[in-house]
């Protein structure tokens, strides 16, 4: 799994994104540049985004948490898409189907039909920008960035929505992701998905059916290989497998897909965590505050995004499962507490992305909120894909909290806001075996509250495969200083990841990081 991290594909990427090197501090300097934000990138160094997703109650919710962070993107464009469970059809009667879909699942024989779960005028990224609009003055109290919703609003478009994996047509979300893949702005595009890839196939066929047999192939060919990073929750409708893969395989494709941030949220929480979950905290903190809290979707609410779809039970509320299959639901996971926590399932494919100083987004293989391509250590000793995102669900509910405050809260003063945490230096660098290592960190809050910092090493994202032994000084203060020797059994070219933890004592109380590689050499 961190073979990518060594590959000349990802050097050369790493190498493209703007402002890299400034995702901590560059020089020796301890000051950040005016134009930085609490984690140290420059504000306008922001990356670019085109977000797809289908009307899924967790694609749903997943846009709310979007639309509270979007002030760290540079969003492009919301493109409706279609999925194998999400399709709109063509509206002139043309049937579909797909073999082993969930139409054909449980004995059903639902399809070949003219549409599935679909809405008619479904617009629910319509909605949901309508509702960001209403909380975007407060939101502005609170951080630079924010765009306008009227842009925003401009930027939503269809994708390829009509067919389950359809890519024979161009649409207004395809054609958008061609121009933006052979434009030549620097640094990648970030193609995320929490539905199909069909938008994202087709763009890249009309790409290769204009350029393949023309003496400006290849460097189109290597150019868009370069440009493009898939962030997908899984192959939702297979044109990743079927035609993605096969035809642009050096077309970076991350894999984000977690069970912390869907419906299986409750098999891979922390017992810590646990809480994030209940209806008590999801009410306070998420469903009772504001527009947007009105939107999310929680157990027991009485929605329904299609009207009798017998896939989405969720709104009932103080029925067994079978009752609920008495009434011809297809319950495929248990019904919990009413005003609980339903699902974010496609939150992962943009939170490593987000700008807390963790850096997730230089490789797959790196981790953050959204977690990372490969297992952590749990600690029971276990290794666990599940927790290699859960360790860190417990920050990301409370920055969420925080954020749904501001929506309603017009005085800066009033609500919390992440610390800032800087560290000295460059955050990538080299080192010697038998090298002492000094680390100084500085963590000041906008809001003068305590904060409290550490350093510990993230061994899952190394390479080295052994721990380096941390001495700190000043524990919990602003002052954060760490030492330690480079071992000599480390190889060159394996990394050490320390990460520099910073946690203000507000309500709620918040999380900044600043990551720092170090790389062997002989």
Same mark, same amino acid.
């Given at each position: ?6 590959s000349l594909r ?5 190498a493209?994104?703007?402002g890299?090197?400034a ?7 301890p000051?950040?540049?005016a ?12 990356p ?5 997703h289908?009307?899924?109650l967790? =694609?749903?919710?997943t846009?709310i948490? $979007? !639309? *509270?962070?979007?002030?760290?993107? #540079? /969003?492009? %464009?919301?493109?409706?898409? &279609? ?6 059809g063509?509206g002139?009667g ?10 054909t ?17 479904e ?6 920008v309508?509702?960001?609009q ?14 306008d ?6 930027r939503i478009?269809?994708?390829?929505i ?12 395809s ?7 052979l =434009? ?5 595009? $970030? !193609? *995320?998905?929490?539905?199909?890839? #069909? /938008?994202? %196939?087709?763009?890249?066929? &009309? ?13 189109i060919?290597?150019k868009v290989?370069?440009?493009?990073i898939?962030?997908s929750f ?11 893969k096969p035809n642009?395989?050096d077309i ?6 977690t069970?912390?941030w869907?419906?299986?949220a ?12 209940s ?14 809290g ?8 009485g929605?329904?995004?299609v ?13 067994t499962?079978?009752e609920l ?14 005003g ?9 494919i943009?939170m490593n ?7 997730g987004y230089?490789d797959?293989?790196?981790?953050g ?5 490969g297992p ?5 000793g276990?290794?666990?894909s ?6 860190w669900f ?7 909290a925080?954020?749904m405050?501001?929506t ?17 230096g460059q ?14 960190g ?6 003068r509250?305590?904060?409290?910092s550490?350093?510990?090493q ?7 495969p052994?721990?380096v032994?941390?001495?700190q ?24 990841h ?5 946690t203000d ?5 918040l ?12």
């Amino acid at each position: 799994m961190k073979k990518a991290a060594s590959s000349l594909r990802a050097a050369l990427r790493r190498a493209a994104i703007p402002g890299l090197a400034a995702a901590v501090l560059c020089s020796m300097t301890p000051a950040a540049p005016a134009s930085a934000d609490g984690a140290g990138r420059p504000v306008n160094d922001k990356p670019r985004v085109i977000l797809m997703h289908d009307p899924e109650l967790d =694609d749903q919710n997943t846009l709310i948490r $979007y !639309l *509270l962070y979007s002030n760290e993107f #540079s /969003t492009e %464009a919301l493109i409706y898409s &279609s999925s194998g469970v999400h399709w709109a059809g063509d509206g002139n009667g043309t049937k579909w189907f797909v073999p082993g879909r969930e139409y054909t699942r449980f004995g059903l024989n639902l399809c070949p039909c003219t549409s599935w779960r679909w809405s008619p005028g479904e617009r629910f990224i319509h909605d949901a920008v309508d509702i960001y609009q209403q909380v975007y003055p407060n939101l502005r109290k609170h951080a630079d960035g924010y765009p306008d919703p009227r842009e925003l609003t401009s930027r939503i478009l269809n994708g390829n929505i009509q067919f389950d994996g359809d890519i024979s047509t161009d649409s207004p979300g395809s054609d958008l992701v061609r121009r933006a893949l052979l =434009d030549n702005r620097p640094g990648p595009v $970030y !193609l *995320l998905t929490g539905a199909g890839q #069909s /938008t994202i %196939a087709r763009a890249l066929k &009309s790409i290769k059916d204009q350029y393949e047999n023309t003496p400006q192939w290849p460097a189109i060919y290597q150019k868009v290989s370069q440009k493009a990073i898939i962030q997908s929750f899984g192959d939702q409708d297979n044109t990743y497998a079927n035609y993605i893969k096969p035809n642009w395989p050096d077309i970076e494709f991350r894999q984000m897909s977690t069970r912390i941030w869907g419906y299986g949220a409750r098999n891979a929480v922390r017992p810590e965590d646990g809480k994030y979950l209940s209806s008590a905290w999801t009410k306070a903190n998420v469903s009772d505050v504001g527009p947007f809290g009105a939107f999310y979707r929680v157990w027991g609410d009485g929605k329904q995004m299609v009207p009798g779809d017998i896939f989405d039970y969720f709104g009932f509320s103080g029925l067994t499962t079978a009752e609920l299959r008495a009434m011809g639901y297809i319950v495929w996971t248990p019904p919990q507490e009413k005003g609980s926590w339903i699902s974010e399932g496609d939150t992962s494919i943009f939170m490593n992305l987000l700008d807390n100083g963790l850096r997730g987004y230089v490789d797959a293989s790196y981790g953050g909120w959204g977690g990372r391509s490969g297992p952590d250590v749990d600690p029971s000793g276990t290794s666990s894909s599940d927790y290699a995102s859960a360790r860190w669900f417990g920050a990301a509910q409370e920055d969420f909290a925080a954020r749904m405050k501001w929506t309603v809260t017009p005085r800066y003063s009033a609500a919390n806001h992440r610390p800032s945490v800087k560290v000295s230096g460059q955050p990538d660098r080299d080192v010697r075996r038998g090298q002492v290592v000094t680390l100084v960190g500085h963590a000041t809050d906008p809001d003068r509250d305590d904060v409290t910092s550490k350093w510990w090493q993230y061994t899952d994202a190394d390479t080295y495969p052994g721990t380096v032994s941390l001495t700190q000084s000043s524990p919990g203060r602003d002052l954060a200083k760490v030492q330690f020797r480079v071992p000599d059994d480390a190889a060159p070219g394996q990394t050490i990841h320390l990460v520099l933890q910073s946690t203000d004592n507000g309500s709620p109380a918040l999380t900044s990081y600043q990551r720092v590689v170090l790389t062997v050499k002989s």
